[in-house]
């Protein structure tokens, strides 16, 4: 089974200021047909999953770009260039290369 | 696009709880239906998969066993079944729709059920 750890567990950010969230994977997620299928979700406070980025750096449909991913192989990470309000929730990776696991989740919240 | 889930439930320790998700707005054996469970204050954990237009289904293996996924396109709708029900199942349980196999890219969730075991 694939295990995905992200750090930090727990980011406290001012308004506006950028944010950064790691998730390592214990597998290469490259897979076969050249995609790297990992993917950022967040959920917000009493919401369900919201998806934000797609195979590693492609924004989701109506995703602000103040978010982006990048990485490859196993190391991958989530930035918000200025953070809002809006953003707090927990932020979870995943891969889908070996069926799907989710990483620890990532709280961010504003100071 | 929308999946509607069933309501919340209370269930007995050794039961089975059902939940349903009714799709909308797509064409329904277009999609993979996943589930997802996330037990109180914890991450999301992934249970398994259903494509509709065949009914082939996938698991994780800690719900082997235990968890049966099926489709009724004639209604739109997936059912989880979770047999052998114990406190620590006690969740909320999600559908999302995904369009190709292998994919992560879960672009539409349901609101959510919660299932509580108790005795």
């Known amino acids: 089974e694939i295990v995905l750890t992200q750090t930090p567990l727990s980011l406290s950010v001012t308004p506006g200021q950028p944010a950064s969230i790691s998730c390592k994977s214990s597998?290469?997620?490259?897979?076969?047909?050249?995609?790297?299928?990992l993917y950022w979700y967040l959920q917000k406070p009493g919401q369900s999953p919201q998806l934000l980025i797609y195979e590693v750096s492609n924004r989701f449909s109506g995703v602000p770009d103040r978010f982006s991913g990048s990485g490859s192989g196993t190391d991958f990470t989530l930035k918000i260039s200025r953070v809002e309000a809006e953003d707090v929730g927990f932020y979870y990776c995943?891969?889908?290369?070996?069926?799907?696991?989710f990483g620890p989740g990532t709280k961010v919240d504003i100071k | 696009v929308q999946l509607v889930q069933s309501g919340a439930e209370v269930k007995k320790p050794g039961a089975s709880v059902k939940v349903s998700c009714k799709a909308s707005g797509y064409t329904f054996t277009d999609y993979y239906i996943h589930w997802v469970r996330q037990a109180p204050g914890q991450g999301l954990e992934w249970m398994g998969w259903i494509n509709p237009h065949y009914g082939d289904t996938t698991y994780a293996q800690k719900f082997q066993g235990r968890v049966t996924l099926t489709s009724d396109s004639s209604i739109n709708t997936v059912d989880m079944e979770l047999r052998r029900l114990r406190f620590d199942d006690s969740a909320v349980f999600y559908c999302a729709r995904v369009r190709h196999f292998g994919s992560g890219l879960a672009d539409s969730w349901g609101q959510g059920t919660l299932v509580t075991v108790s005795s």
């Open positions: 995943m891969q889908s290369k070996q069926l799907f696991t």
């Open positions: 597998q290469s997620l490259l897979q076969t047909d050249g995609k790297t299928y």
